[in-house]
Nanobody, 127 residues
Framework: QVQLVESGGGLVQAGGSLRLSCAAS????????MGWFRQAPGKERDFVAT????????AYVDSVKGRFTISRDNAKNTVYLQMNSLKPEDTAVYYC????????????????????WGQGTQVTVSS
């Protein structure tokens, strides 16, 4: 079982940038489909971005396309979420997650497809 720890959250003004990191231990992150989700107060946990085991396939929710970039550094066993042009509506707790797939190009979009989760990191964007 892989353990995931997120970091990099914080308070930023609208238009600013943050880079979230998700450090994995226990297993090699390259064997998992990885994803980022977020949850605002009183709302469900929503999909943000996903990256395949190979790193060759990525996908994003429409609201972050062109602003967020998911990437992975298998040598560092870490997945990143670069967030630019942040908006107040991006405010949430951000979670990274790992899922199992037999296919190197597969990506996952729903929480039930992931079996390991980090504890989350708070991102607050002020207007």
């Amino acid at each position: 079982q892989v353990q995931l720890v997120e970091s990099g959250g914080g308070l930023v003004q609208a238009g600013g940038s943050l880079r979230l990191s998700c450090a994995a231990s226990g297993r090699t992150v390259s064997t998992y489909v990885m994803g980022w989700f977020r949850q605002a107060p009183g709302k469900e946990r929503d999909f943000v971005a996903t990256i395949s085991k190979s790193g060759g396939s990525t996908a994003y929710v429409d609201s972050v396309k062109g602003r967020f970039t998911i990437s992975r550094d298998n040598a560092k066993n870490t997945v990143y979420l670069q967030m630019n042009s942040l908006k107040p509506e991006d405010t949430a707790v951000y979670y990274c997650a790992a899922g199992v797939s037999a296919y190197s190009g597969r990506t996952f979009y729903t929480p039930t497809q992931y079996h390991s989760w980090g504890q989350g990191t708070q991102v607050t964007v002020s207007s």
